[in-house]
């Protein structure tokens, strides 16, 4: 009997971790039943979080495509 499982093909032909897809599935499902559910206080929140990255981290949103910029230019 042979245990190599390269050659089987998963659900829907996708090679499905079950921990990482199921975990990230419902953070994902929960994330967005949360804001629907309590849309007037995930606004405020979506809305000082995204205040406080243009202040605090504008800088990186400017400086960061940089460096993908020079690799990509060198290839």
Avoid: K, Y
């Amino acid at each position: 009997m042979n245990d190599d499982r390269e050659g089987q093909e998963g659900w829907f032909a996708f090679d499905i971790h079950p921990w990482v897809f199921f975990t990230s599935a419902l953070l994902i499902i929960g994330s967005v039943a949360l804001a629907i559910l309590f849309q007037a206080r995930i606004g405020d929140l979506f809305a000082g979080l995204q205040t406080g990255i243009a202040t605090g981290a504008g800088c990186c949103f400017t400086v960061s495509p940089n460096p993908c910029f020079i690799f990509s230019a060198t290839l």
